[in-house]
């Protein structure tokens, strides 16, 4: 693993500096930030200055406190539906390649179906139905986001369910979950572990665009796309406030897909 | 060509499935609401008379296909029914926002197609020189930005900084299409940076890969310019996966226009529909929702059918 590290290109180094940033900003967030994560300290959108390291925001709390909750909310967030989504999607991919038949050919129909209708519209739709709390927001993008990993997994799953090992696993009598977890699973997992770095980034967008629309994380808790929306309005005054939450947002997802074209290198061979 | 024609039947067959499926979904998912839709909307407040009228007047006393079977005749003869919130009918606000969708949209399209395709044939035939890595770079770095993002750092540099241009696209229908291309040009440029990046590199991609062929090597042993191979040789070939990708894209972009419309406020559909969303308002939601989904599913079925009949391979295969 180390010496793994060690081969890295220097973008993938960076990349694995700012996930490793975020992550321990947001474990140790109740430990670095200086006021209450909704505690109004100032006035509104006050500049940067030594009591304010990033200013305070549109209701005059402490903008670096908030940023720092922030990371924590949204990527905790984005990290449990991401991996309900592959615990949804792979497990349905597996028993889809596995079983094959009507099964197969009714969970793929539905699939394209799902897949077909765009996704941001999906979601809103049944937000509007469901109101928008923070399990219907979990559960709704674990759902649309698992449809593209039931793709992969089943296409990997497909591969692997051919090979002779499977084959004589099931001559043995072997059930349906010892051959996915025993055979499926452990073979599957390389190409799965690049698609996650992938679908994070998507759902970690995503999640920041529904709250930057108002429906997903709701004020008072902290969240960067909910702060670009709260703080949208001090553009216009010149003040750039929504740029460091937004900023922050981007700042992940190029960090994240750093990683992921590095793995994807890894992974595809040496083709270059 | 027979095969063609009966590729494209199928597909049509396909996605006209699709939107039969997803109008039941959108209905039954209504139906799905805790309570009815009379509760959600009157409160728990409502006595059980004004619950029962309001319950009449939509007409949720019917069984459920009935219901359905009338709302999409109502729908496929363009009444959507009223809005809960302000009781004006749904097709009535809708008309307006959704041609100024499809504006933004065009307007888009117009600066991106070009601009992407341009990039990308330049990026594929300079491959592997710092001008291709500073340009995957750039749209790489794109494609990983959320939209608003961009958005607010155009609205920084141009109308705070540089006070070109509006940062909020008001229009309304008396404006001359000069003005409206202006007030809209900073939205627009959003949404170019966004679509641009994943065009350009599709492109890039597709040409590269007809690059690799026996016929480009014929071409260069013969001694034809780069330059030549590339606009004669590679681009026609590569036409169909290129034709593919802008439909695709085109399909995203009438989506990925929420955000934008948002922070621009800019009165389309998308807006529209997350106000609704937020005040539940549930057949201006139904009613968009399903004109958003017809829109993309109908892009992505032009992009099938355009690349099939641009594929030589599949004009002449047999099965």
Known sequence: MLSLLRQSPLSARIGLGIVLFNCLVAVFAPLIAPYEETAVVGDVWETVSAQFFLGTDHIGRDLFTRMVYGARNTIALAFITTALSFMFGSLLGFVAAVKGGWIDQLLSRLIDVIMSFPTLIFALMILSVLGSSIPTLIFTIALLDSTRVYRLSRAVAMDIEVMEFVEVARLRGEGLWWIIRHEILPNALPPLTAEFGLRFCFVFLFIASLSFLGLGIQPPLADWGGMVRENAGAITFGIFTPLIPAGAIAFLTVGVNMIVDWFLHLSSGLHE | ?319
């Open chain 2, 1 to 319: 060509m027979k095969n063609v024609i009966c590729h494209i039947l199928k597909r049509i067959g396909a996605s006209l499935a699709t939107i039969f499926v997803i109008s039941l979904i959108i209905f039954i998912g209504v139906e799905l609401l805790p309570g009815d839709v009379a509760d959600t909307v009157l409160g728990q407040s409502a006595t059980p008379e004004t619950v029962e009228a309001f319950r009449k007047e939509l007409k949720l006393d019917l069984p459920p296909h009935i219901r359905y079977v009338a709302w999409l005749k109502n729908f496929v003869q363009g009444d959507f029914g009223n809005s809960l919130a302000n009781k004006r009918p749904v097709a009535e606000l809708i008309s307006w926002r959704f041609s100024n969708t499809l504006f933004l949209a065009g307007t888009t399209a117009l600066i991106a197609v070009p601009l992407a395709i341009l990039l990308g044939i330049l990026a594929a035939f300079y491959r592997n020189t710092l001008y291709d890595k500073v340009i995957s770079t750039t749209t790489l770095s794109f494609i990983s930005f959320p939209e608003f993002f961009v958005a607010y750092i155009l609205i920084a540099l141009f109308s705070v900084k540089m006070e070109l241009f509006p940062s909020i696209a008001m229009i309304d229908p008396h404006m001359g299409l000069g003005r409206k291309f202006y007030t809209i040009l900073l939205p627009a440029l959003t949404l170019t940076c966004v679509v641009t990046a994943h065009m350009m590199r599709q492109t890039r991609a597709a040409i590269i890969n007809v690059l690799a062929s026996a016929y480009i090597e014929m071409a260069e042993i013969k001694g034809i310019r780069r330059l030549r191979i590339i606009i004669h040789h590679a681009f026609p070939n590569s036409l169909s996966p290129v034709i593919n990708v802008v439909a695709v894209n085109l399909a995203y972009l009438v989506v990925g226009v929420v955000i934008v419309e948002v922070v621009f406020v800019y009165p389309g559909l998308g807006q529209l529909l997350v106000d609704s969303v937020a005040k539940r308002d549930l057949p201006v939601v139904q009613a968009s929702g399903l004109i958003f989904s017809i829109t993309y599913i109908g892009l992505n079925l032009l992009a099938d059918v355009l690349s099939m009949l641009s594929n030589p391979k599949l004009r002449q295969s047999q099965f």
